[in-house]
């Protein structure tokens, strides 16, 4: 059975405070591990998809990272408008198409 | 383009009751996905259509649960009967359908059962 985690569950950071955020897996046949964002009371947002070990992604001040068995996801010098909880999700060689997600780190910048 | 479309957006209701919820997926996506989101459990799969087609519905808890997509515009997931702990925010997303693509997600359908 595919299984996500994510650590912290919660983080809160000052304005500026870089810091990162953990995706653990474990799956048989990585096909994508996919970063979304969420606000409350919103449907998760696209981020990123990543493919294999060693790549990497950046999107402003975000930056992701792939590992044979993790995912970081980088915030350098967050702003308030970063607060969120982000969610990581692996897509496996078994399912079509199916995606199974982390609980997800809620993120939280203060000014 | 709109998006993924749900409604309706929130939905309280009495136990025993039925509920349904419904969605539009954008246009030309060909899978179309249902989720639900607790605060116990994150976001878990339901059921999955392609091409208008169930394909794995083994994420559905109970048979009180059902999804339909009779085109490839409209699908519905009904709760037959409501239970409180049915109560939970319900996700419909789409994709074009190919690996390793990402989902879209719509706003959700916060479904509260008393």
């Known amino acids: 059975e595919d299984q996500v985690t994510q650590s912290p569950e919660a983080l809160r950071l000052q304005e500026g405070e870089s810091s990162s955020l953990n995706c653990s897996y474990t799956?048989?046949?990585?096909?994508?591990l996919f970063w979304y964002r969420q606000d409350p009371g919103k449907g998760p947002e696209f981020l990123f998809t990543l493919y294999s070990a060693g790549e990497e992604k950046e999107k402003e001040r975000l930056k992701a990272t792939l590992t044979k068995k993790e995912s970081f996801l980088h915030i350098t010098a967050p702003k308030p408008e970063d607060s969120a909880t982000y969610l990581c999700?692996?897509?496996?060689?078994?399912?079509?198409?199916?995606?199974?997600f982390g609980k997800g780190t809620m993120l939280l910048v203060s000014p | 383009d709109a998006g993924v479309i749900q409604s309706p957006r929130h939905e309280v209701t009495e136990m025993g009751q039925e509920v349904t919820l419904r969605c539009k997926p954008i246009s030309g996506h060909n899978s179309l996905f249902w989720y639900r989101q607790t605060m116990m459990r994150g976001l878990e799969l339901l059921i999955y259509?392609?091409?208008?087609?169930?394909?794995?519905d083994s994420g559905m808890p109970e048979d009180r649960f059902s999804a339909k997509m009779p085109n490839a515009s409209f699908s519905t997931l009904k709760i037959q009967p409501s239970e409180p702990r049915d109560s939970a925010v319900y996700f419909c997303a789409s994709t074009p359908g190919l690996a390793g693509v990402e989902q879209f997600f719509g706003p959700g359908t916060r479904l509260t059962v008393l």
């Open positions: 999700a692996v897509q496996a060689g078994r399912g079509y198409s199916t995606l199974t």
């Open positions: 799956v048989s046949g990585l096909r994508g």
């Open positions: 259509f392609n091409n208008n087609v169930p394909i794995d």
